[in-house]
């Protein structure tokens, strides 16, 4: 892992292997790790870059206020510092999709093609905007365990639960040393996020749309329907899984990503 300095903070970063640079982003409140097996797989051909997101893992959560914008705009400035001029393909799982839309929309010219795990373009509703702002200020006062206890079940499907309770374990403890304050912040961020699915159609970068067939939070029904509206996306299920697809089913994931990427068209 490298430290770098952007801005009024530092991300840590994790590099593997040499070829086009591959960008992984994790999703909320999770850290790089959750790549672990697509790093595996990936840096025997390409230039494998997955950082912790500002206050996440490793990295320090700074001073400034944290928006999808601000985390693409980290993104770009980490890629600066690391003097990858190439464009990268970038894959973004849940909030790591939020900050996909940002990337492209304002970094489109460090853009080459677009992975979206279970995310989404809509923004939140009213209402599940106010119950994320009324959560960041409960679990600064009373701790991220309701939150976390709430939100397991959701990310992974029945099977995963029952086969690999490892990993959910794994999950819950990057989840439990992730700063409340970075919880918090990035609550705040999600809420206010906007919404993208009128821009959908402006997207012609090559992408490719992965959702568990078994997610509750971004089901495959609602990213069939991303897919259909942007003019380069193709869309694949990934079975067995739930909104961890990645973590879920690796080599299904992987297998998809690889062929996605060897593409020519």
Not at 143 to 162: C, H, V
Not at 187 to 192: C, D, K
Request: contains cysteine; hydrophobic residues 45%; negative net charge.
């Amino acid at each position: 892992m490298n430290m770098i300095h952007i801005g009024d903070t530092e991300l840590s970063v994790r590099q593997e292997g040499q070829g086009p640079p591959l960008l992984f982003v994790h999703g909320f409140p999770l850290d790089h790790t959750m790549w672990n097996q697509q790093i595996t797989e990936f840096s025997r051909d390409y230039h494998v870059i997955a950082p912790d997101l500002r206050g996440f893992g490793a990295s320090a959560l700074g001073s400034e206020p944290m928006s999808m914008a601000s985390l693409a705009d980290d993104l770009a400035a980490m890629l600066s510092a690391l003097q990858v001029t190439r464009p990268v393909a970038f894959c973004g799982l849940s909030m790591g999709g939020y900050i996909a839309w940002q990337f492209w929309d304002r970094h489109s010219d460090r853009l080459d093609k677009l992975i979206l795990c279970d995310t989404r373009a809509a923004a939140d509703s009213a209402e599940a905007a106010q119950g994320r702002r009324e959560t960041a200020t409960r679990l600064l006062r009373d701790g991220a365990g309701e939150l976390i206890e709430g939100m397991l079940p959701k990310l992974f499907a029945n099977a995963t639960d029952n086969a690999a309770p490892k990993l959910i374990q794994a999950t819950r403890r990057v989840m439990e040393s992730t700063q409340l304050q970075t919880i918090a912040a990035a609550l705040l961020a999600i809420a206010e996020r906007p919404d993208f699915e009128p821009r959908l159609a402006e997207i012609t970068v090559s992408t490719l749309v992965l959702c568990g067939e078994h997610d509750l939070i971004t089901t495959v029904e609602e990213m069939q329907q991303v897919a259909a509206a942007m003019p380069n996306a193709r869309f694949k299920k990934i079975g067995g899984a739930g909104h961890m697809a990645p973590v879920e089913q690796p080599a299904a994931v992987n297998r998809a990503i690889c062929e996605f990427l060897e593409r020519r068209v």
